[in-house]
C-alpha cells in the first residue's frame, strides 16, 4: 500500500515503519498461494531478497513476483541446487517445511516466540533491551546515587578523561597523578594503586573484608562482584565503593582547578556522610529498611 493524501499524518507514519515492524511478522504459510517468495517473511530468515540479497533472483532464477506455491510441485520443493552460503541454509530449512490446503495468514513473532496477540510491551522491551553484562549488579544498583553509578560506569569502561588518555589523544599535558604526584595518572593508578586513594580504600575494604588479592581495579571490582554475604553487606559496601571513585575523581579535579587539597581523613569523612545521607533518604520509602541499613552502618563503622 502507498500513503495516499486523505490517510492521517498518523497512518502516514505507520507505513513509514513498515520495513522495522516486517521483523516481528512471520507468515504461516499455508498454501502458500498469496505469499511471494521474495518479499514476504515466510522463514526464519526473514525478507529472503535481504537474505539472499539483491543478486539472488538472478542466481536462482527466481522472478521477483514469484509466489511461494508456485515453487512446490508434486509435494516437493523446486529449486536450483545451492550457489552460495545462504541459498545451501535456505535449502536446508525448507526440507522442514511443507504447504497444506489451508491459507496463509500472518503472526507476531517477538523474540523468536509466536505470539497469539500483539503486545507494543513485547516490542519494546524487544527494542531498547540489551543483554545484560557481567558486571550491571555492580553499578546499576537499587536505591544508589544516579551521579555515582554513572561515573562508577564510565570508569568501568575507562572513558574518563585521566591524563594517560589526554596524552594518548596528542594533548600536552603533565603524566604524573594529581593526587600522589609520584606516578603517571591511569584509572587503575587511582583506584587504587595511588598511596592516597588505597589509604581511603583500604578503611573501607578492611571493614567490608573485601580481600582482594590486591589493589588493582580488577581484583577490587571482582571481589565486589564475588560477595556472598548479607543483601545489606553487598548493598552498602558497592554503594560505599561508586562513592569512594566518585569523591577520589571529584577531589583531583578539585585540586586541578581551585588548587584545593583534602586530606584523606577528610575525604573517609565526607564519604561517610554521603552514605548515612543516603540511608536517611530511604525513610521516607522505606523506614525498616533505612533503620536495618543505618544500624548495620553503625556496627561497620562505629
Known amino acids: 500500500m502507498k500513503p495516499k493524501q486523505q490517510h492521517t499524518w498518523i497512518f502516514k507514519q505507520i507505513l513509514a515503519q513498515r520495513q522495522t515492524s516486517i521483523q516481528w511478522v512471520q507468515i504461516d504459510l499455508g498454501n502458500g498461494v498469496d505469499v511471494n517468495f521474495w518479499f514476504d517473511p515466510w522463514t526464519k530468515f526473514g525478507r ?3 537474505f539472499l540479497g539483491p543478486m539472488g533472483p538472478r542466481l536462482t532464477g527466481i522472478p521477483l ?3 511461494v506455491a508456485e515453487l512446490w510441485r508434486d509435494g516437493a520443493w523446486a529449486l536450483r541446487s545451492a550457489r552460495s552460503h545462504q541459498m545451501e541454509e535456505l535449502l536446508i ?3 522442514t517445511i511443507s504447504l497444506s490446503d489451508s491459507s496463509s495468514f500472518p503472526q507476531w513473532l517477538i523474540n523468536g516466540k509466536i505470539q497469539t496477540s500483539f503486545k507494543s510491551t513485547l516490542i519494546y ?3 531498547v533491551e540489551s543483554p545484560t553484562v557481567p558486571w550491571y549488579p555492580l553499578i546499576w544498583i537499587k536505591r544508589g546515587i544516579p551521579k555515582h553509578k554513572s561515573l562508577a560506569w564510565l570508569m568501568l569502561l575507562n572513558r574518563c578523561p585521566t591524563r594517560d588518555r589526554l596524552l594518548s589523544w596528542g594533548l600536552n599535558t603533565d603524566p604524573l597523578s594529581l593526587l600522589c604526584n609520584q606516578d ?3 584509572r587503575d593508578h587511582i583506584y587504587f594503586n595511588c598511596s592516597y586513594t588505597s589509604a581511603v580504600w583500604n578503611h573501607f575494604s578492611s571493614r567490608f573484608a573485601i580481600n582482594s588479592a590486591t589493589n588493582t581495579w580488577d581484583d577490587i571490582t571482582n571481589s565486589l562482584q564475588s560477595q556472598s554475604i548479607s543483601s545489606k553487606h553487598k548493598y552498602l559496601s558497592i554503594l560505599t565503593w561508586q562513592a569512594t571513585v566518585y569523591d577520589l575523581w571529584w577531589e583531583g579535579n ?3 582547578h581551585r588548587g584545593n587539597h583534602r586530606s584523606t581523613d577528610l575525604i573517609i569523612a565526607k564519604i561517610s556522610a554521603t552514605i548515612k545521607n543516603k540511608i536517611s533518604a530511604l525513610r521516607p520509602q522505606n523506614n525498616s529498611l533505612a533503620s536495618e541499613l543505618m ?3 553503625f556496627l561497620l563503622f562505629p
Do not use: G
Open 93 to 95: 530449512y525448507l526440507t
Open 295 to 297: 544500624q548495620y552502618w
Open 254 to 256: 578539585d585540586r586541578l
Open 65 to 67: 513476483t514469484t509466489a
Open 48 to 50: 529472503l531478497i535481504k
Open 125 to 127: 522491551h524487544s527494542l
Open 184 to 186: 603517571n595518572e591511569s
